[in-house]
């Protein structure tokens, strides 16, 4: 059975302009040369606009469609009691591996959402100029796990008060953010934003800068990111919480 509610534009590979990049323990840093100068740059804490985003391509990049720690698949077609929710909380190498580990969920992959340009490489998106964020795809079984409790992990295993950043990871494609897949799902999130806001003041902490909205496309990333801390158990990961309860009703 297709995925339910959810239209896929898989990523591709990327166009070399004015941009070149290096990365550090795996994460990007934007550098751009000139005169035969290396310059840092400063990424944007802005959102692009459609004038102003890459403009990506039309090609997709391919994936090794196994997941690499469970063996099943990361996209196609899946048994008819799974769901889909998409959720955004830093560097998405973390943020998968979390959700992998979950009692009732049947897949995970990561990829880009949230943002303007198509099919967007992984430099493009830590450019700022793709408008997306680093998004974790869950392939859930709701008599197992319930979006209830999916939410509840998002809001506990990072900071939704950051905005364009998640600890030392800064830049807006570490914003957080929850990308629903129907109008029961929107509702669920929203109300769960109220309640963990009433957490986080009552603690003292800042107003949460999560956006929640309908998704209306993601493409999936490169597929060294699938899957990461599977591949490389003591690579990167950022995920940090506040130490706040949300639990949440089904």
């Known amino acids: 059975m297709p995925y339910q509610g959810l239209s896929f534009k898989p990523p591709g590979l990327s166009p070399q302009a004015l941009w070149t990049f290096s990365t550090r323990r795996g994460r990007c840093v934007e550098v751009s040369s000139a005169g035969g100068i290396t310059m840092l740059f400063k990424k944007p804490d802005t959102l692009p606009t459609v004038d102003t985003a ?3 391509r039309a090609q997709a990049v391919r994936i ?14 899946m048994p008819d009691d799974v769901r889909i929710a998409v959720f955004a909380m ?13 009692e009732g ?12 340009t198509p099919n967007p490489t992984y430099e493009e998106v830590c450019s700022g100029r793709t408008g997306h964020t680093e998004g974790v795809i869950v392939f859930y079984r709701p008599e197992v796990i319930c979006y209830a409790r999916l939410l509840q992990l998002f809001w506990e295993s990072h900071d ?11 830049g807006t494609q570490y914003r957080s953010a929850i990308y629903t897949t129907s109008a029961a799902q929107l509702e669920q999130a929203l109300a769960s934003k109220q309640h963990f806001q009433q ?8 107003l949460i800068t999560t956006e929640s909205r309908p998704l209306e496309s993601l493409y999936y990333a490169e597929d060294y990111h699938q899957q990461y801390l599977g591949k490389n158990p003591a690579g990167y990961c950022g995920l940090r919480g506040l130490g706040l309860s949300c639990a949440l009703s089904s």
């Open 64 to 77: 090794s469609n196994r997941h690499f720690v469970t063996g099943r698949p990361l996209q196609g077609d």
């Open 160 to 170: 939704p008060t950051q905005g364009m950043r998640q600890g030392n990871d800064r």
């Open 199 to 206: 957490a986080l003041s009552g603690a003292g902490h800042a």
């Open 105 to 116: 969920v049947y897949s995970t992959a990561v990829g880009y959402a949230g943002g303007i």
């Open 54 to 56: 890459l403009p990506g």
């Open 90 to 102: 830093g560097c998405f190498w973390g943020a998968e591996r979390l959700f992998w580990q979950q």
